[in-house]
């Protein structure tokens, strides 16, 4: 097997391991989520969703990217640098939770949100709590151990699910899910700390800071656009509309974010330090290749969810949630564009053009932020609708500048999701057929659900066949011993 080969397979393991940690950990969000959505109210859930849009926000400059530096670290300087890391990584984490706490009554009056403030204070300690473990988590990523991770975001979904049902089982309403945010973090940072063998010194260290800064600095603004790109549309209609349909919003656009957008962070997570041991003959295979995995992953996610999201919605969440239903659709096709547009990211950031993604982000969040004042008045679907359509025109933006980087014709990007989009559309039309005889709501989701992933696999087979012996020649193949390094899990 060439070394290429090796490489994809033990990416595809990695891949297998992080994206087995988002479908776990996210099926225990997602029971916990329809438990909370017959406890709790919109007006609850939007209150919550508002104050976790200002953390996201803060959250980009976490540990200023010091951690995305440490991937590309030499080997011979990577315990050092983890030093410098940890230290400076735990004094901006304490700095993000007291200024979450200083600007928490600013946003509660800014919102008209009387009981933003008290939770965006409290909750604003996930920062520090975060802090304690991201250097450890960056160490896991560096060496593809995404066991590890795996089992730490296990434990963070676990708890927060269980904690958050039984204190709202308790009636503290949307405390129940701030409370229970926390109780998952610290789950999350004691697992992480139990699986990755790096033990930092109690002093503040400064070697090679300024490297890891400028690395590291320039992902942040990117990370700080990005998280103005995909969160602006909270803030929107939290101002506008109000909380009670940002609650509407949220829960639309949870099986999306949970099945769709989170396979993104498990994309890009992997395919960085995958790509960075790549040389830039091999780089343009492997964009290809991950970018055609990428699609048979989340098309059918995102057919079933367009094609099935009334029964979806009515059967897990219950009718008080049905205006949440459009929302779910059009957010599907986000979700997608938004996925197949991270191995072009990725290609950036390999390929030392982080500067790439800031021209594309800047651009993008200011004309997000005028349709946004233009539309969200309509409603939350028209927001939706501004969200998918922007998304999409930037992306085949993003394709385009790719494909030139690695010479790659467009048309070899659109063959290489036309038989992923072919299968897709064999199980659209499996679903459309059932819902012709099938009306209520959880027969339809058992019978069309059933129906689509029949009609899928026989796609796949039809118009994707090679993926799949592709597939399973990687996923099988002996894996090969990985090299020591010092601050490898255990």
């Keep these: 097997m060439s070394g290429s080969s090796r490489l994809a397979a033990r990416t595809l393991r990695s891949m297998g391991w992080a994206y087995g940690s988002y479908v776990g950990g996210r099926l225990l969000v997602l029971i916990s989520t329809v438990v909370l959505a017959r406890l709790l109210t919109p007006a ?148 992480i700390w139990w699986r990755v063998s790096f033990r930092p010194r109690l002093r503040l260290q400064r070697a090679h800071l300024r490297e890891l800064l400028t690395f590291g600095g320039m992902l942040t603004v990117v990370d700080i656009g990005h998280a103005l790109a995909h969160e602006i549309d909270y803030l929107f209609i939290a101002r506008i509309l109000g909380v009670a349909p940002l609650g509407l919003y949220s829960v639309g656009f949870r099986l999306p974010e949970l099945l769709i957008v989170n396979l993104a962070v498990v994309a890009g997570t992997v395919l960085f330090p995958a790509y960075a041991l790549l040389d830039p003959a091999r780089l343009r295979e492997a964009f290809l290749v991950s970018l055609r995995f990428t699609a048979l992953l989340v098309f059918p996610v995102a057919v079933g969810l367009v094609l099935l999201a009334r029964p979806v919605v009515l059967t897990l969440f219950g009718e008080r949630w049905e205006d949440a239903i459009p929302v779910m659709q059009v957010l599907a096709i986000y979700a997608v564009v938004v996925t197949l547009n991270v191995p072009a990211g990725t290609v950036y950031k390999v390929t030392n053009r982080p500067g790439i993604l800031v021209a594309f982000t800047i651009p993008y969040v200011i004309v997000l932020a005028i349709a946004l004042t233009l539309f969200t008045h309509l409603g939350i679907v028209a927001v939706a609708i501004v969200m998918a359509g922007l998304q999409g025109l930037f992306a085949i933006a993003g394709w385009l500048v790719s494909a030139r980087i690695l010479e790659v014709a467009p048309s070899r990007i659109a063959g290489v999701l036309a038989g992923p989009a072919a299968a897709a559309g064999t199980m659209a039309v499996a679903i459309t057929a059932v819902a012709q005889i099938v009306s209520s709501p959880g027969a339809l989701l058992v019978a069309g659900g059933a129906a689509g992933a029949a009609g899928y696999a026989l796609g796949v087979v039809a118009f994707a066949g090679d993926a799949v012996g592709r597939l399973r020649e990687m996923a099988f193949e002996r894996r090969t011993t990985r090299p020591a390094a010092p601050t490898l899990s255990r």
């Design 44 to 191: 609850e859930f939007g209150v919550v969703a508002l104050a976790l849009t200002f953390m996201v926000f803060l959250d980009t400059v976490k540990d200023l990217g010091l951690g995305q530096a440490l991937i590309v670290a030499p080997d011979d300087q990577i315990e050092e640098r983890a030093q410098t890391a940890f230290g400076w990584s735990l004094m901006v984490g304490a700095g993000l939770s007291l200024i979450t706490m200083a600007i928490s009554p600013l946003a509660s009056a800014f919102f008209s949100a009387p009981g933003l403030g008290a939770l965006l204070a409290v909750l604003g300690l996930n920062f520090f709590l975060r802090s304690i473990g991201v250097t450890h988590y960056a160490l896991a990523r560096r060496a593809l151990d995404f066991r590890s991770r795996t089992l730490a975001e296990l434990a963070d979904a676990s708890v927060r699910g269980v904690g958050s049902i039984a204190l709202a089982l308790a009636g503290l309403g949307a405390w129940s899910l701030v409370l229970g945010y926390l109780m998952g973090t610290s789950a999350m940072v004691a697992t």
